[in-house]
């Protein structure tokens, strides 16, 4: 039973490019959430989305920062014109239910920006 | 707003003895879930525990258990003899649920333990 897969594991980017990050969620799994881990911090969350369908997106900067989970293949989460503020570790979650479902945790991806 | 509070920010421990992590939480709510990540260099995050709110009886999971307070808002995890292994950052977190769905996953900003042999 392969796990939440996050790909890639570390990421650099210059400042101005863009970054894209992978996250296939166990399998059957239908909700996806992204999370952010800065240095010296716990996980902040991002963003929730269903099949197709972005659900909360409250922890979501509003500017360069979208999130898809398209019917067919992984979750993105995509960063415009990245700055420096934006190195952090990336987590990927999903579980097979919105309610009472414990959720598992990708490996992340950790973002560079030089 | 719902808050988690970490007080330790680093802990050590030597193998073999017991330790325990603080934590305190805020919320209004009487519905949630509380749970213990932990964090190993690997950075993957592994659920060590988990308490449902409405359960008087403190969960436990082998060497690992927690004192839950719910009138005072703290959920602290002790780990008994400790292993190496058990070095890792450990972070306390904890969900709403509401009308059938739940929030999202709210965390502390972690405790890093050392186990020391």
């Known amino acids: 039973n392969a796990g939440v897969m996050q790909n890639p594991r570390h990421l650099v980017r210059r400042r101005g490019q863009e970054a894209r990050l992978r996250c296939s969620p166990v399998?059957?799994?239908?909700?996806v959430y992204w999370y952010r881990q800065l240095p010296e911090e716990g996980l902040k969350f991002m963003v929730y989305?269903?099949?197709?369908?972005?659900?909360?997106e409250s922890g979501m900067p509003k500017e360069r920062f979208s999130a898809e989970f398209p019917k067919e293949g992984p979750s993105i989460l995509r960063i415009q014109q990245v700055v420096r503020g934006d190195s952090a570790a990336y987590f990927c979650?999903?579980?097979?239910?919105?309610?009472?479902?414990?959720?598992?945790f990708g490996n992340g991806t950790r973002l560079t920006v030089t | 707003a719902q808050t988690v509070t970490q007080s330790q920010p680093e802990m050590s421990v030597q193998e073999a003895e017991t330790v325990t992590l603080s934590c305190t939480y805020d919320?209004?709510?009487?519905?949630?879930?509380l749970f213990w990540y932990k964090q190993p260099p690997s950075r993957q995050m592994i659920l060590v525990i988990r308490?449902?709110?409405?359960?008087?009886q403190n969960a436990t999971e082998n060497r690992f258990s927690v004192n839950f307070q719910k009138a005072a808002k703290s959920f602290s995890l002790k780990i008994s003899d400790s292993q190496l292994g058990d070095t890792a950052m450990y972070f306390c977190?904890?969900?709403?649920?509401?009308?059938?769905?739940?929030?999202?996953?709210?965390f502390g900003k972690g405790t890093k333990l050392s186990v020391k042999p």
């Open positions: 979650a999903s579980s097979p239910a919105r309610y009472n479902s414990p959720l598992h």
């Open positions: 399998k059957g799994h239908s909700h």
């Open positions: 989305l269903q099949k197709e369908n972005i659900i909360d």
């Open positions: 919320t209004s709510e009487n519905n949630y879930y």
């Open positions: 308490q449902e709110a409405y359960k008087q």
């Open positions: 977190a904890f969900i709403l649920y509401y009308g059938g769905s739940q929030g999202n996953l709210i």
